[in-house]
């Protein structure tokens, strides 16, 4: 996804009069900036900067529904629309196999017993944004209790 699609995406969800969804692609259109001004790549935002701002703006929304307090029904109401509008932006996520799969794939191109912080670094980059880095932590720590 590119940034260009993103604010024909707000512009169309101004033209339908809904607040939230336009909120959402705000949002991911402004952190990407920030991200790409970061990065000092103010004039190129890339594919990997709009993903990445997808998935700090659906962490934000994510962790905004979870710390709502319960007797907030129109903040929770509100907050879950823009979650879900936050989550169809997300990329596909890998699945548990596909994602045992990579750690595999790795370890078995390791001649030594390595550590966690080793396959972590050589995974970051194919998974970084298409997986739950948590769950790839705990697969990883997994696989290395068995060898």
Known sequence: ???EI???EMISAMKEK???KKQVF???IASA???AI???QKDNVSEEIVIAAVNKVYKIAKEQLYTCPENREDLRVEYKEYLEYAEKLMPKQMSESEIEHEVDLVLSGIAYVPNKGVIMKQLMPKLK???DMGFVS???KEKLANL
Request: charged share 40%; aromatic share 0%; net charge positive.
């Open 129 to 131: 944004g298409k997986a």
């Open 38 to 40: 970061e990065k000092k």
């Open 138 to 140: 705990k697969t990883i």
């Open 1 to 3: 996804m590119t940034l």
């Open 6 to 8: 993103l604010q024909k």
């Open 33 to 35: 900036k920030n991200l």
């Open 26 to 28: 705000a949002d991911v």
């Open 18 to 20: 809904n607040k939230i």
